[in-house]
């Protein structure tokens, strides 16, 4: 494994932003910014051995941060997903946060972790990017000191591992925005992506696009992913939960604990296979439904329903809802979770 560094261009204030690049030996290949700590391509073989690049995204750091709201690539902090009513109480105390989603708190707020520089070395075959997030950013308690790891093997495992600590009780949820097209970037919708995960429930939206606090079950529903199905049979569906979201916008709890297999994504056209293996309790499901028209990467045309974005994570709004897993982080206590994403072809 190789991984190399090279400058990519600027941020619109003049930043300079590196560009890393974790190469396996047969040129399959990662790409990471220290801009957000995003992804920024992942290149890997179809079936015929070419490679495809099959993640959304864009060729310089001002593009990232003018259409910042799709969250392309994006490594999601301080809390990903929503929090109802921008705020919350811990102990007793409320925390008002930024209301970038009005009325709600989206993905860490109006500047989430996706938009500021990343401290990095490179360690062994690993790139660690770190940040600290002073108390009071966003409205968030806490210093928080928190790390990405990224690392790519020979057999094409890109894999993730979040670290956090903070000075103060908190909130805190880490995953991956990343928007996945197995066809490459460019390969329009991806409705014949066939999708499984292991899960006998999500949690039901209200009109508000925060969880009722109900765990739903998928028997009988466009929900049921337990065996493959293609991503327009489900996006198509009349399901009320379906009109909801505009399509998949909905977490599944996932079965099990640890480091675990939670979902299989495959493309019939590439032969490609995407399996997300993750510690995390939680996967939203994003069928771009609202991603806007634009240019992507090599002038690709990207919009609605042109990639799906895999996140693990904690259930949303879980800080409100104290039946599900808490994503609470105490004072001093070590925040790690893991997420891989392992690249196979048929």
Not at 39 to 60: E, M, N, S, Y
Not at 319 to 330: D, H
């Amino acid at each position: 494994m190789s991984v190399t560094a090279r400058p990519w261009g600027a941020t619109r204030e003049g930043t300079p932003v590196t560009l890393f690049r974790l190469e396996a030996p047969d040129g399959a290949y990662v790409q990471v910014l220290d801009y957000g700590a995003i992804l920024q391509a992942a290149a890997v073989p179809d079936r015929t051995g070419r490679l495809r690049d099959v993640c959304l995204g864009f060729d310089t750091p001002a593009e990232y941060q003018e259409k910042h709201d799709g969250y392309l690539g994006a490594l999601v902090g301080r809390c990903a997903n929503r929090i109802r009513g921008a705020r919350f109480q811990l102990d007793g105390r409320p925390w008002p946060l930024a209301a970038n989603q009005p009325p709600n708190h989206l993905h860490g707020g109006v500047r989430g972790f996706d938009q500021y520089l990343w401290d990095h070395r490179v360690q062994d075959d690993a790139l660690v990017l770190t940040r600290r997030s002073p108390a009071g950013e966003e409205g968030y308690p806490g210093a928080l000191q928190t790390e990405a790891q990224y690392t790519f093997t020979p057999d094409h495992v890109l894999r993730l591992t979040l670290r956090a600590v903070s000075d103060a009780d908190t909130v805190v949820n880490l995953t991956s925005h990343a928007y996945w097209n197995l066809n490459g970037h460019g390969g329009g919708d991806v409705g014949e992506h066939t999708l499984s995960i292991d899960a006998i429930a999500y949690t039901e939206l209200a009109a508000d696009n925060c969880p009722t606090g109900t765990l739903a079950s998928v028997v009988g529903t466009p929900f049921d992913l337990r065996i493959p199905r293609a991503l327009s049979a489900g996006w198509d569906a009349g399901h009320p939960q379906i009109r909801q979201g505009g399509g998949y916008d909905h977490n599944w709890a996932l079965r099990g604990r640890g480091l675990r297999e939670a979902a299989v994504l495959h493309a019939p056209e590439s032969g490609i296979t995407l399996t997300l293996s993750t510690t995390q309790p939680g996967l939203q499901v994003y069928t771009a439904n609202f991603l806007p028209e634009m240019t992507g990467k090599g002038r690709a045309a990207y919009g609605r329903r042109r990639g799906v974005a895999l996140e693990a994570q904690g259930f949303p709004n879980a800080v409100n809802q104290p039946e599900f897993p808490s994503t609470v982080l105490r004072a001093g206590e070590p925040y790690h979770q893991e997420i891989a994403f392992a690249f196979t072809h048929d």
